[in-house]
């Protein structure tokens, strides 16, 4: 029966469903009159009437509510879950066919809702094929650039007029790096000491030519690095400020200043050390007391003087020699695969070992000296068997390049040694590069028939290991064009700085002493995540986890052991999260966790918040649920299981689902924080808004 | 039974072009009462060397001609200086220089300027046959 009703038109079901309320309506008044006229002759008129009204009056409320009940479930309900499926989809990249259960009473409405939706998935999934074609050709060219530039090896910095970060590389990320990365949209001068940055970028203004270039030497406020480089005006084409912003190519001269630094004081020690006993010397002997004893020993006691002085500095000076030069850290593997190969391009073979050790070394100036002399020993005698080995020794490595054949004299290796390398550059031979290296080599016998020659080299100099830093570049070319923040109520949406983030924690109470565990998050600009710039640690709750919690985020007592306390974890995260928008899915709880440690952080948590539960209630209705799962249900986010309820999981799932939200808040009309904040508020009953006052919409 | 046992004075050949080094080495060294002959040139020192098998040869390291790397290894490479001890000297004393020196050959590296009652305890250790590689500063045996 009710199945043969809704194969009715909607308009016929319509006007039966008004018809049967007006008989609904005659009726209630009929049986009202009939039990009324029924008590007059007991009651009297006056009851009668008044009987008959209260239940026709009772009769027509009641059905009235069942009539608004099933309007409510069937209509209003239906076309609110219609409309936020259709805003879903028209906002963000959700293609999945609309639920057939959604207004299945509101006549043609679903279908055709379903057909429109269809359509629209087709029309944007050929959209999609297109700008997947021109995304794919530009990501081949963007992938060739930023190959191009993980080789720059100085730290490369482009800055808006304001000095706010638009691009940087892998090695600038090392250069400015201490406690806390930099990150885009962050000023420069958080990183860098202003007053030079400034007078360069004021000097360059003033010129007013564009591509003009200027020399920087400024510190990194951090660290205390010492950075030279150079700042060269950029117009970049869709500046539409006017102002122009600046490139920055910075280099870490630290270690050469302190290099400079010691030449010269050395080279003043030496003077004041050899000056006095010389001139004392002379007074000596000018005097003619060498001949009695007195006179000797004040002789030999200045001479004395003078050859500690000069051994002593000499010495280091010997220690320091070569340090000048620019060299890299570099694996031992890495260096004997480059000998191994530049040697066959020679026609010698090598047959290499190296061991697991790094050294710092110049690889090209190195590599073409034991390449010559591999070369001078097979040209010599048609050495054969030849290897090559890179081992590790107490105070550095030792290469040593065999051969099969007659030991080779000393003399033969330093004419070998003289011989100019090709190498691109004036006067480097074989001597110079074992020089720059503070080195020698020499020729051994290893057996009757087969000679090795020798090259130690000291890896005391070392420098760190080569940055395993992301090498890629992080760049917003957009924050170019970003018109100067305002009061934070009324800036956009997009355009908010927002830092996403989750926390794992040992329980739900942190008032009974429950804590967290890890923390992770995800900074996103014009609303979207920048990649590169995430943050992720472990903490050590300082209690045991409890089984079950590591049975929801599987971190064990294990894991967490030897990793920052909360208090050093949550400076670093606030560090990360300095100045930006803080987002989280419930930020009532995670907030809570943080802020009972405010003290001991010496931070405050009073960023402004955006909580996606709010959002989404705002978006989608108080009554639907609003739990992360639900949420990314609706909004087509897929969290592979493995990752579910990790710090980072759940971020990168909420930083989506903010991503896919922000459309659909702006098409009902909510485009900026406040306007957001505001919206969020009239769904408190669901979670309290834990915006301080000062981020309240004005 | 030692060198400096035997009934002959110990005979040594000291190899260094620096004139007033020299001679403070035949000085010092002369009152010992022990065989001395200086060569200024590398290359007459090394074929008097070769001819007179001496107990011990001290040697510069930078000589004309030819450099006492070179004749370190030729003195260790003949099959007739064998017991000839050799006393590198150097003004250079990195300590991959003495390490070059040992390397080819040499049984004990002293750097200039040298502390004269060292360079005698150095040399007597040599002549007295112990077969022990001594580093005046390292103290390396």
Not at chain 1, 259 to 273: K, P, Q, S, T, Y
Not at chain 2, 65 to 80: P, V
């Amino acid at each position: 029966m009710l199945e043969r009703l809704t194969q009715l038109p909607l308009r016929l079901r319509v006007f039966l469903f008004f018809a049967g309320l007006s008989v609904g309506g005659l009726v209630a008044l009929g049986g009202g009159l009939w039990v009324g006229l029924t008590r007059v002759e007991s009651a009297g008129v006056v009851s009668g009437f008044v009987t008959a009204g209260l239940v026709a009056g009772f009769g027509l409320l009641a059905l009235s509510a069942w009539i608004w009940m099933l309007f409510d479930e069937n209509v209003a309900r239906a076309i609110e879950r219609l409309s936020t499926a259709l805003r879903a989809r028209a906002h963000t990249d959700l293609d999945r066919a609309l639920d057939p259960s959604h207004g299945q009473y509101l006549g043609d409405l679903a279908p055709a809702a379903r057909a429109v939706t269809g359509t629209l998935a087709e029309t944007k999934n050929a959209l999609a094929e297109a700008v997947e074609r021109e995304t794919t050709r530009l990501a081949v060219e963007n992938a060739r650039l930023q190959a191009l530039l993980a080789d720059v090896p100085a730290g490369v910095i482009l800055c808006a007029p304001d000095h706010q970060i638009v691009f940087y590389n892998g090695p600038a990320r090392g250069i400015l790096t201490k406690d806390r990365a930099p990150g885009l949209n962050r000023s420069l001068l958080d990183y860098l000491h202003a007053g030079p940055v400034k007078a360069a970028f004021a000097r360059l203004s003033r010129d007013g030519a564009t591509d003009a270039a200027t020399d920087v030497l400024c510190a990194c406020a951090q660290s205390g690095k010492m950075l030279a480089g150079r700042m060269r005006l950029v117009d970049l084409p869709q500046t539409g400020s006017g102002a122009p912003g600046y490139v920055l190519t910075l280099r870490d001269v630290t270690d050469e200043l302190s290099l400079h630094a010691g030449r010269e004081a050395l080279l003043e020690e030496v003077f004041d050390r050899v000056r006095r006993p010389a001139a004392n010397l002379q007074t000596v002997l000018a005097a003619g007391v060498a001949k009695d004893a007195k006179g000797r020993a004040a002789l030999l006691s200045e001479v004395e003087h003078l050859a500690v002085a000069i051994t002593e500095l000499g010495a280091r000076y010997d220690s320091a020699r070569g340090q000048w030069w620019p060299m890299t850290s570099t694996g031992a593997t890495e260096l004997a695969e480059a000998i191994v190969a530049q040697a066959a391009q020679a026609g010698v073979h090598l047959t290499a070992h190296a061991a697991d050790v790094r050294a710092r070394v110049d690889v090209f100036q190195l590599v073409s000296l034991v390449v010559h002399l591999a070369e001078r020993l097979v040209g010599r005698d048609q050495a054969g068997d030849m290897t090559l080995s890179i081992e590790e020794e107490p105070d550095g490595v030792l290469i040593s390049l065999g051969w099969q054949g007659a030991l080779v004299s000393v003399s033969e290796l330093e004419r070998w040694l003289a011989e100019p390398l090709d190498v691109g550059l004036a006067d480097v031979t074989g001597r110079s590069v074992l020089a720059a290296h503070g080195s020698e080599a020499w020729p051994e016998r290893a057996s009757p028939d087969r000679g090795l020659l020798r090259i130690p080299l000291v890896t005391a100099w070392a420098g760190p290991e080569a940055s395993q830093d992301v090498r890629r570049a992080v760049f917003d070319f957009d924050l170019m064009d970003r018109a100067p923040s305002g009061a934070l109520a009324q800036t956009s949406l997009r355009a908010l700085t927002c830092v996403v983030f989750d926390t794992e924690t040992t329980g739900l109470l942190p008032s009974s002493g429950d804590e967290i565990c890890q923390i992770a998050a995800v900074r996103l600009l014009g609303g979207r995540p920048v990649a590169g710039e995430t943050f992720e640690t472990l903490v050590d709750p300082g209690r045991p986890i409890p089984a079950a919690a590591t049975e929801v985020h599987h971190i064990t007592d294990a894991d967490v052991r030897g990793a920052p306390p909360i208090e050093t974890a949550a400076r670093r995260f606030h560090d990360f999260a300095d100045g930006a928008v803080l987002v989280a899915h419930n930020a009532p709880f995670d907030l809570e966790f943080l802020r009972r440690h405010e003290t001991g952080i010496g931070r405050r948590f009073d960023h402004p918040v955006l909580d996606t539960v709010l959002l989404s209630a705002v978006v989608f209705g108080q009554t639907e649920v609003h739990t992360l799962d639900a949420l990314c249900e609706r909004l087509g986010i897929v969290i592979p299981s493995e990752v579910r309820h990790t710090a980072m999981g759940d971020t990168v799932a909420t930083a989506t689902a903010l991503e896919r939200l922000i459309p659909m808040l702006e098409a009902k009309g909510i485009r900026t924080f406040g306007e957001a904040v505001a919206a969020a508020r009239r769904h408190a009953r669901l979670l309290k808004d834990v915006n301080a006052p000062e981020h309240a919409p004005a | 039974m030692s060198a400096l046992q035997d009934a002959e004075p110990p005979q040594v050949i000291i190899v260094e072009d620096e004139d007033n080094i020299a001679l403070a080495l035949m000085t010092v060294l002369g009152r010992e009462g022990w065989r001395l002959t200086r060569f200024a040139d590398g290359a007459e020192g090394l074929a008097t060397i070769e001819e007179r098998q001496p107990d011990l040869v001290l040697l510069d390291v930078m000589l004309p001609s030819l450099s006492g790397y070179e004749i370190c290894q030729r003195i260790r490479m003949s099959d007739n200086l064998t017991k000839t001890r050799i006393l590198m000297m150097t003004a250079r004393g990195t300590s991959v220089e003495r390490r070059k020196g040992l390397a080819l050959g040499a049984d004990a590296f002293i750097t200039k300027p040298f502390d004269l009652r060292d360079l005698m305890g150095q040399v007597r250790r040599l002549l007295s046959d112990q077969s022990v590689i001594l580093d005046r500063e390292t103290g390396h045996a």
